[in-house]
């Protein structure tokens, strides 16, 4: 048996999958590059989206307009939007009442290359991203370009994007959410910034996240540390 922690955990990692959301890191170099997990591509006529219990990825709802997600989109692991996240929005927006929504940072993946479904694990660079409020609640979309993408690597901030397709990328947050024979706008854009403030909000989520959740790679060396005690 081992006495090391580390080689346990990549142990459980190869007998198990790992929950996307909380079982995955997201990644050493975050928040200037962050590992993604892509839940809906640009060909899917259907929403999908991570089941928050088990981490399996669930069938949402059917797509109920023909417009379908511009880029690949899911999120960040161990984020969440929180009350860090929420404060930050509320005073750069300049409002009062506003909360986290409670769910992982939401990612649009900017890349020239064809996915071809979710349910995987991508490395992102993010350039900026789109302040979004469903209500009082904050639901932050950051904009990435995929790393190491020949197109894209030297996109470093949003205003490097060609309007249309940041035009393109609002009109379907904007929209995504609404429903047939709704005429009152569900989502609100509150503003759209660049690559240091996304960086910012994803070093809040991960605060956020670990308020809420603990630090799982210590709480797991904690856990495993009475296996040192025990003789190979």
């Known amino acids: 048996m081992t006495d090391r922690p580390e080689d346990l955990q990549r142990l459980l990692g190869l007998l198990?999958?790992?929950?996307?959301?909380?079982g995955v890191s997201a990644g050493p170099l975050a928040p200037g590059v962050v590992t993604t997990f892509i839940e809906l591509v640009p060909n899917d006529t259907v929403k999908y989206e991570i089941d928050k219990r088990s981490g399996i990825l669930k069938l949402d709802r059917p797509q109920r307009y023909s417009s379908l997600s511009p880029e690949p989109y899911g999120f960040i692991p161990r984020?969440?939007?929180?009350?860090?996240?929420?404060?930050?929005?509320?005073?750069?927006?300049?409002?009062?009442?506003?909360r986290g929504d409670l769910d992982p940072l939401d990612i649009c993946v900017l890349t020239e290359?064809?996915?071809?479904?979710?349910?995987?694990?991508?490395?992102?660079?993010?350039?900026?991203?789109?302040?979004?409020?469903?209500?009082?609640?904050?639901?932050?979309?950051?904009i990435a370009v995929l790393e190491s993408?020949?197109?894209?690597?030297?996109?470093t901030e949003l205003e490097h994007c060609p309007p249309v397709l940041i035009d393109r990328i609002q009109h379907y947050f904007l929209t995504y959410k609404d429903m047939p024979g709704?005429?009152?706008?569900?989502?609100?854009?509150?503003?759209?910034?660049?690559?240091?403030?996304?960086?910012?909000?994803?070093?809040?989520?991960?605060?956020?996240?670990?308020?809420?959740?603990?630090?799982l790679e210590r709480m797991l060396d904690e856990a495993l540390s009475p296996l040192?005690?025990?003789?190979?």
């Open 228 to 232: 040192d005690d025990i003789d190979a």
């Open 113 to 142: 290359r064809t996915l071809s479904h979710g349910n995987i694990l991508v490395k992102a660079r993010p350039i900026g991203g789109l302040r979004m409020f469903d209500g009082d609640e904050v639901d932050d979309k950051i």
């Open 149 to 155: 993408d020949p197109t894209y690597e030297s996109w």
């Open 79 to 98: 984020t969440l939007c929180g009350e860090s996240v929420a404060a930050f929005a509320a005073k750069e927006a300049g409002r009062k009442g506003l």
């Open 182 to 215: 709704t005429t009152a706008a569900r989502v609100e854009l509150a503003g759209v910034y660049g690559a240091e403030t996304a960086r910012e909000v994803i070093a809040r989520s991960q605060v956020d996240y670990r308020a809420k959740f603990g630090d």
């Open 16 to 22: 198990f999958q790992s929950h996307p959301w909380h």
